[in-house]
């Protein structure tokens, strides 16, 4: 009767783990979306909002590994059981760093110039497209232990990084020919590097949801098919 409480309480706490990381995901999904929103448009209170979300965001992590301690400690989780908690201590940690990174594009909202006619601000939009979708899969993916969305959300991050280079040069060009907008232009490629970062951490929680998820990393899965 004992085991079967033990075994009860530790599902009970993994579940509460995962609604936590789940809930963290979503919010910084949404703190990018809003973020990039305040950018476009200028809207202070969108600004406002990602700031506050991103305590909420702190504040949840800070639960999750308060909890996952907890677990590894009078639980003493195995195998499955103890990759499963470890995930969800490192995820949380790089999930509340994409809403840092949410946090820094919406504070340069306040600092581009002449936005209405500010025509590099048109190519970071597909950008931060790309990344978001990256942060909704690779959390779907978390949910659902799909180690095959998991890996396409890692194969997508080439493309984050072109973006980025390409949107470098076009700014670097932009700044030359026009010396006055030399202080948005360097807040937009400020934003660009948040945003490929944020594609860089959504790449990190896939390949812990793909070790997770399966025991193998996917440079392993690589070797194997000669990727």
Do not use: C, W
Request: charged share 30%; hydrophobic share 45%.
């Amino acid at each position: 009767m004992a085991q079967e409480h033990t075994v009860k309480a530790f599902d009970e706490d993994i579940t509460r783990l995962r609604g936590l990381i789940a809930e963290m995901g979503g919010l910084a999904e949404l703190s990018l979306i809003e973020a990039m929103e305040a950018l476009t448009k200028g809207n202070q209170d969108l600004v406002k909002s990602v700031i506050d979300r991103d305590r909420k965001i702190d504040s949840l992590e800070a639960e999750v590994d308060k909890l996952a301690v907890r677990v590894i400690a009078l639980r003493a989780p195995m195998a499955d059981d103890l990759r499963e908690v470890i995930a969800a201590l490192k995820i949380a940690g790089v999930v509340e760093r994409i809403g840092d990174y949410s946090k820094n594009i919406a504070k340069s909202a306040g600092k581009i110039e002449g936005r209405k006619t500010f025509e590099p601000l048109t190519l970071i939009p597909a950008m931060a497209d790309i990344a978001v979708a990256m942060v909704h899969d690779v959390m779907t993916a978390y949910a659902a232990r799909d180690a095959e969305l998991a890996a396409e959300v890692v194969a997508r991050d080439d493309k984050v990084d072109a973006f980025y280079e390409s949107i470098f040069r076009n700014l670097v060009t932009y700044m030359m020919e026009n010396p006055a907008t030399i202080s948005s232009a360097a807040q937009l490629l400020f934003v660009a590097r948040n945003i490929e970062r944020i594609g860089d951490h959504a790449t990190n929680v896939a390949e812990m949801v793909y070790y997770a998820a399966t025991g193998d990393h996917l440079t392993d899965r690589e070797d194997r098919t000669g990727a």
